[in-house]
């Protein structure tokens, strides 16, 4: 995780798998706690006898997660030489995994492909326990130069880092293992180089018996890579001598949400000075001219649904033209430390709207600190949102429904917005009776109108699981579906559809990336391209065909909703930036234009967050937060991925440049014209 995130936000599924892969432990027969945002939500045990390592790996994350058992054989070397891993996987499907090397050659088999090679190296399963990690970083620490070769492909690399003492005697070193995913994956091991800790502050493999130190090492690992993204941030951020001129560029005008072309936009400082006809532009002297010939310029792009757990996710974010976002789950102190960090200029990251997430205290909680159970732990949550400098708080899955009211009212009374999901037990329509301000996830409009038997596990994966078996067979010209529209608009709720991670969880299929990230699937980190190709929980075609009936309908339902005039905002709850195209291409597909999409990403985004005056479209006067795109956009919406350059508050990025720290491949050698100086 670091980055699961900085893979874990969601590609639902799949960003909990990346996390595994990206961030894995243990190295000798142990007893681990797998720990959620501070509670523990279950375990892994290794076990060695006979030359195979033996693992079982568990945890429950909202009624999903995995459940499956892993054999490994290794060479003298550590290196893996038979593998095996049954159970299921964090979806439920099914986990059925075979690797082998004989004959000088490794044949593998799983949900996201088979293949062999000759090539000799570390077999990194797809479905990995925590334990893989360790196991890896052991046998890069024999290895000439601590560097090894991955099958099926790719290239890992270790260093150390830091120490800390153990309680009982001996230390733990921190490793950060390069070439699995966004960020290094740090992995501290004892003096046998057995496992202590694998993962972060959002979800860990932690010692049994580890105690409070276990919060120590996170933090002190989290120091490390902060520190080493602050040195690297030095590089990545230019701050121009003087003016910046785009020149003859093809604009997005958000407020017509259409384009205009030959227009000029000159930029001093981190304001917009002055947009007009190219022919009419008065270029400063000693200005830094980018011609705009054959691109589109974008205002900066919001992405309304985002977990930001590690840092590395303002690399992604800021690189894919996304320079706002909005956080609706994290932990407040980490969090607010991030925040700070991008605002400065230390960190490289967007400008961050919040919302603090409220759950029920229940076995199917999701991951915040804010678990409530009484009305006096619910006016407290509140409370310590709002003193936290919160302006909105997002209710989830498995609040009481009595609870439910007691929040809205205080959050209300204390100036604060109150959005999230449908608590279960409730339909959507009671829900915004109840007093919510906005609505997250489009699969709610949907399974209020299912009856009372899906309502009530709606804090079950029968959130999603419903929206596949039942979406194709509701009525939308029905008067239950006719009135919740009404009642969205009459209301003035704001949806956040985040369809692509839907379509991601219905869809995707095994040994394809998911579609909300194919279209850098050949630019991801190596393992991590693997990691989201294990498919959703379609089992068959004939799942997948009835799942897409189903998101077929949901997509009639949103332009229904579109139609009546209800707000929308764009939103992925996904990997930060690299899903938003995706998210947008949903939007087309269902029905509207374009530049109805981008004004989803831009003026409408910056409406709602409360910021249409200062950002969300090109004007005189309005923070300098620019894309400048290849093609346009406005006209093929999947142009809008194609980021050149990126400018947030004045500062220029490079997002070839951005990605390529991120553990990414660039689009191309460089885009950055800096073009002449007048």
């Known amino acids: 995780m670091n980055q699961i995130r900085r893979l874990r936000r969601s590609l639902a599924a799949c960003l909990l798998a990346t996390a595994v892969l990206a961030a894995p432990p243990a190295a000798a027969d142990g007893d681990y706690d797998v720990v959620i945002l501070g509670s523990v939500r279950g375990g892994m045990t290794v076990a060695t006898g006979q030359g195979v390592r033996r693992v079982h790996f568990h945890y429950v994350d909202r009624g999903r997660g995995p459940d499956f058992r892993t054999e490994q054989r290794s060479d003298a070397n550590g290196i893996p ?62 290895a000439p130069g601590g560097e090894l070769a991955l099958l099926p492909r790719g290239k890992a690399r270790i260093e150390r880092v830091t120490e800390r003492a153990l309680p009982a005697g001996g230390k733990a070193t921190l490793y950060f293992i390069h070439g699995l995913s966004f960020a290094p994956s740090p992995v501290w091991l004892d003096d046998a180089n057995d496992l202590v800790l694998e993962g972060n502050g959002w979800v860990s493999a932690r010692r049994k018996g ?94 309304m649904h985002t977990h930001l757990a590690d840092n590395v996710g303002g690399l992604l974010a800021i690189g894919s033209g996304v320079t706002s976002t909005r956080d609706l789950a994290n932990q407040i102190a980490s969090l607010s430390e991030r925040i700070a960090a991008w605002d400065s200029g230390r ?74 999901h449908v608590p279960a037990g409730m339909t959507m329509t009671q829900a915004i009776e109840a007093g919510f301000d906005e609505i997250n996830h489009a699969n709610f409009w949907m399974l209020g109108l299912m009856g009372p038997a899906v309502v009530a596990k709606t804090n079950t994966p029968v959130r999603l699981t419903a929206l596949g078996e039942h979406g194709r067979d509701i009525d939308l010209s029905g008067r239950p579906a006719r009135d919740l529209v009404a009642l969205t608009r009459k209301r003035g709720i704001v949806l956040d559809p985040t369809l692509s991670i839907l379509e991601d969880t219905l869809m995707a299929e095994p040994g394809k990336p998911v579609p909300s990230i194919a279209a850098f699937a050949d630019r991801l980190p190596a393992t991590v391209a693997r990691s989201v190709s294990g498919g959703g929980i379609a089992q068959n075609d004939t799942e997948r065909a009835r799942n897409r009936q189903s998101l077929d309908r949901l997509g009639q339902m949103f332009m229904m909703m579109h139609r009546a005039g209800v707000t929308m905002v764009a939103g992925t709850d996904g990997p930060p930036g690299i899903t938003l195209p995706r998210e947008l291409e949903t939007y087309v597909e269902a029905g509207l234009t374009p530049g109805e999409a981008l004004y989803m990403a831009t003026l409408g985004a910056a409406r709602v967050a409360g910021a249409g005056d200062r950002l969300g479209s090109i004007e005189a006067g309005k923070l300098a937060d620019l894309v400048l795109v290849e093609g346009d956009p406005t006209r093929t919406i999947a142009d809008v991925a194609r980021t050149s350059l990126v400018m947030k508050d004045g500062l220029i990025f490079d997002p070839d440049a951005l990605f390529v720290a991120a553990g990414m491949q660039p689009r191309q050698p460089r885009t950055i014209t800096k073009g002449d100086k007048k």
Do not use: C
């Open 347 to 420: 960190l490289i990251g967007p400008r961050v709207f919040r919302s603090a997430m409220i759950d029920g205290r229940h076995p199917l909680a999701g991951p915040t600190e804010l678990l409530v159970g009484t009305r006096e732990e619910a006016v407290a949550a509140v409370a310590r949102a709002a003193d936290a400098g919160y302006p909105a708080v997002k209710l989830y899955s498995s609040l009481s429904t009595d609870l439910v009211p007691v929040i809205i009212a205080e959050a209300h009374r204390r100036g604060l917005r109150v959005g999230g």
């Open 210 to 303: 580890l105690g409070a130190l276990g919060d120590e090492l996170v933090k002190a690992q989290e120091k490390a890579l902060t520190q080493r993204e602050i040195d690297q941030a030095q590089s990545l951020a230019r701050k121009p001598a003087g003016a910046v001129v785009f020149r003859d560029v093809t604009l997005y005008d958000a407020a017509k949400r259409g384009r205009a072309e030959h227009r000029t936009v000159i930029v001093r400082g981190n304001r917009i000075a002055w947009v007009g006809p190219a022919r009419a532009a008065r270029i400063p002297d000693g200005a830094e001219v980018i011609d705009g010939g054959g691109r589109t310029l974008l205002p900066g792009l919001f992405d």
């Open 81 to 142: 030489i038979a593998y095996s891993a049954d159970g299921h996987n964090y979806l439920r499907g099914t986990v059925d995994e075979r690797f082998d090397r004989s004959g000088g050659i490794g044949r593998w088999k799983s949900r996201a492909d088979q293949g062999e090679s000759r090539v000799p190296g570390f077999y990194l399963p797809h479905e990995g326990s925590m334990d893989t990690t360790s196991s890896l970083a052991a046998a890069l620490l024999r």
